[in-house]
């Protein structure tokens, strides 16, 4: 338990100090003009309330990730708890913070040419199709994820393919709804309804935090318990955790989402507390689920405890979700038979309504390609037809497949945002005196990252699967190299830059 809550204080005062710092470093201007008054467009570009967005932020990015994510994280044992929380405020609220507020200074743009103005035309594409391949990934995963939960609620019809099965009633109401919020204005439908699933969202991680608090089965994971790897299937925890763990602590699909906030934000003021302030409220849901999960499953007559009996219980659950298979049992233990609806009702809210903007990023994504106007509804179904044909194919492939797949893509995607924040605060710092290294609060997160994304290609079994033949340190000499050179690459490169430097009181 003092390892749990030391760990939520470290993140309310890293929001009240670092997230201060970044928004000082970055240098905010409450007297610009935004996109959303600039641009207005009744699609879009919608000026909206500050609370609103930030719980519509707070939903978008808080899908499976924080929940799914935090309770596969914890099988590595009580380091998960250490890079929820650093992970949060170093990299994740940075990384979150730059990419909306560098969308409001570039006229409201999507990543890819976010990432484009800073880091090239070449990696703009490349970008792109990363992220439409993301975005495609996160939908198939956060369309099938909620249909599951669903359909332990409420059976309906399910459709075997490949060895699997596919809840294939649910799946297609959530993806009628999906199309629909995808092309509707923005002020209409995710405007009206995400800040009441947000408030439930928080109201669920509030309740479980209270009764695991006042529960006394089991001890929580404590720090002291030692950081090794505690995983049973072999994998190191390092890069496997920092992937496992990803919206919780950092996620590239941030970056796809806070651009669509950016337009709707009326003073740059509102950055920190919608960007940077979401993702330490995500992290915090992370913090509560990977606790939940590492209590729960405790079995004093097997003398299991904390992560020892989650491991015995994800066993005797072979081929199963055992992420959603956990939501389920703590919510409905510790919750009871109403609470335990509402929270699973909360769990679900949080993939769909990040599974609809995802597609609306992915729209977005295209539509700025294209330059293609999209108040005409003609010309975001042009987009969003293709899209829609993409997601429900990839439904019929394995969950734990595209899970993975995701999570890679996921990560390498924030290590580019990371970069073109880095070059953007450098730009930033040498036309101003007083923070000259600024770029460092991006630079360092975007070291590790890379290190983490590169490492991980060579090690998962989804890569080449080093590990599995003991060469996981080919692995981590490679990602070494990688990032050394890129480091190398920076400097290089600010040695050729030159600007003019000016005070600034």
């Given amino acids: ?138 939908t198939t995963t956060f369309l099938s994820g909620p249909a599951t939960l669903l ?34 204005p923005v002020d209409k439908l995710i405007g009206r309804f995400y800040p009441i699933f947000g408030a439930i969202l928080l109201f669920m991680g509030v309740g479980i935090m209270i009764v695991m608090l006042g529960w006394h089965g089991a001890e929580m994971p404590e720090l002291t318990d030692g950081l090794h790897n505690r995983q049973t299937n072999g994998l190191p925890l390092f890069p496997m955790m920092f992937v496992s763990i990803a919206c919780g602590a950092i996620s590239g699909f941030h970056g796809t989402q806070s651009p669509l906030m950016a337009r709707c934000m009326t003073n740059e ?48 659950h072979p081929g199963e979700n055992i992420a959603a298979l956990v939501v389920d049992k703590v919510s409905r233990s510790w919750l009871g038979t109403v609470g335990g609806i509402l929270a699973i009702i909360g769990v679900i809210a949080a993939p769909i309504t990040s599974g609809d903007t995802a597609l609306r990023s992915a729209r977005l994504v295209v539509a700025d390609f294209l330059h293609l106007d999209q108040r005409p509804v003609r010309n975001r179904m042009m987009i969003a037809l293709p899209l829609f044909a993409c997601v429900f194919g990839m439904v019929f492939v394995d969950f734990n497949i595209v899970w993975r797949y995701f999570a890679w893509t996921n990560q390498t995607l924030a290590v580019f945002a990371l970069w073109a924040g880095t070059i953007f605060l450098y730009r930033n710092g040498q036309i101003t005196k007083k923070y000259p290294y600024a770029y460092l609060i991006a630079l360092i997160p975007a070291l590790f990252m890379t290190m983490v994304s590169v490492s991980y290609i060579f090690i998962a079994p989804e890569g080449f699967h080093f590990a599995k033949i003991g060469l996981s340190w080919v692995a981590y000499l490679v990602a070494g190299v990688t ?4 480091l190398g690459g920076f400097a290089y490169w600010t040695r050729k830059t030159n600007f003019k430097t000016i005070n600034v009181n």
């Fill in 1 to 138: 338990m003092i390892t749990f809550i030391i760990s939520l204080i470290v993140l309310v005062v890293g929001f009240l100090l670092y997230g201060t710092f970044v928004e000082r470093v970055f240098g905010i201007d409450t007297n610009a003009a935004t996109p959303a008054t600039t641009k207005t467009d009744g699609v879009d570009f919608v000026p909206m309330k500050p609370w609103r967005i930030f719980l519509i932020q707070f939903l978008n990015i808080a899908g499976l990730g924080p929940i799914f994510g935090a309770i596969m994280g914890i099988f590595y044992g009580p380091a998960s708890f250490l890079w929820i929380v650093l992970g949060t405020i170093f990299a994740g609220g940075v990384h979150d913070y730059l990419s909306g507020m560098m969308s409001i200074r570039k006229g409201g743009l999507s990543l890819p040419d976010i990432v484009g103005d800073e880091l090239g035309k070449g990696i703009k594409l490349f970008i792109r199709i990363l992220s439409l391949v993301l975005l495609v990934l996160l």
């Fill in 483 to 486: 990032t050394v050179a890129l």
């Fill in 269 to 316: 003021r509102q950055g920190r507390w919608i960007f940077y302030g979401a993702m330490v409220a995500e992290g915090i849901l992370a913090l509560i689920w990977a606790a939940a999960a590492g209590t729960m499953f405790a079995d004093p007559e097997q003398g299991l405890y904390g992560i020892d009996g989650l491991q015995a219980f994800a066993a005797a």
């Fill in 151 to 184: 359909q332990g609620l409420a059976p309906l019809g399910t459709l075997t393919h490949s060895g699997h099965l596919v809840p294939i009633i649910w799946v297609l109401i959530i993806f009628g709804y999906y199309s629909l919020a995808t092309v509707v």
